[in-house]
């Protein structure tokens, strides 16, 4: 079956660093790749997303690009900030699926 | 504004008494859906439903029952709760379509089972 895995929290950077979280997929077909973020007593939010292969999703200086050859959608962000600090999700959806499924979910906690 | 409602934001029970868990959305989405959200585990599945009047389970349906009888409202309810459905509950919406579009999602509601 389809399956999100992304690395294991927490992260602990300080600001201005640099920013990976690993997220790799196991999926039939071609799906549809997110990162989602959740902030502290929030909801999910949506971050990026991208649609097939070689797509660069961005937003807020965060990106991440579907390596199909990989199976693989890190997402990355050059400065993090305080601000930043939070869950992040990594998720995958089939043409016409009926649900996200979702990684496990990483926590960022970023110090000033 | 849009949005997906929840209520309530946190609720306490004991076993056994039965609640509704209230969701609410003004975007017109035909697709709606229910995540419980455990540490370690992520978020999974209960139910969802891709328009009025038709609902399905999801990865984690046992205990849990829904409603859609109007486009913006998708209740969940738990007729007899137990201390294992204690989580943070999600309810969420969007449009499908050939390519899904992102989940809208409300807050949370926090629910304890003793």
């Known amino acids: 079956g389809n399956s999100v895995t992304q690395m294991e929290g927490p992260v602990t950077l300080s600001e201005e660093a640099f920013l990976t979280i690993n997220c790799t997929y196991t999926?039939?077909?071609?799906?549809?790749l997110f990162w989602y973020v959740q902030y502290p007593g929030e909801g999910l939010q949506l971050l990026l997303k991208a649609t097939k292969a070689d797509d660069k999703g961005s937003n807020k200086g965060f990106e991440a690009t579907y390596r199909k050859e990989t199976t693989s959608f890190h997402l990355e962000k050059g400065s993090v900030q305080v601000s930043d600090s939070a869950v992040y999700f990594c998720?995958?959806?089939?043409?016409?699926?009926?649900?996200?499924?979702f990684g496990k979910g990483t926590t960022l906690s970023v110090s000033s | 504004e849009a949005q997906v409602t929840q209520n309530p934001r946190y609720l306490i029970t004991v076993t056994g008494k039965k609640l509704t868990v209230t969701c609410s959305q003004n975007?017109?989405?035909?697709?709606m859906s229910w995540y419980r959200q455990d540490p370690g585990l992520g978020l999974r599945q209960i139910y969802y439903?891709?328009?009025?009047?038709?609902?399905d389970k999801g990865d984690v349906p046992e205990g849990y029952k829904v409603s859609r009888k109007e486009k913006r409202n998708f209740p969940l309810i738990l007729e007899s709760p137990s201390p294992n459905q204690t989580s943070l509950y999600f309810c969420a919406s969007s449009s499908p379509g050939p390519i899904p579009l992102p989940l809208h999602f409300g807050n949370g509601t926090r629910l304890t089972v003793t």
């Open positions: 998720a995958l959806s089939d043409f016409g699926g009926t649900a996200l499924i």
């Open positions: 975007m017109n989405h035909e697709y």
């Open positions: 999926a039939t077909g071609y799906p549809s």
């Open positions: 439903s891709m328009n009025v009047e038709v609902t």
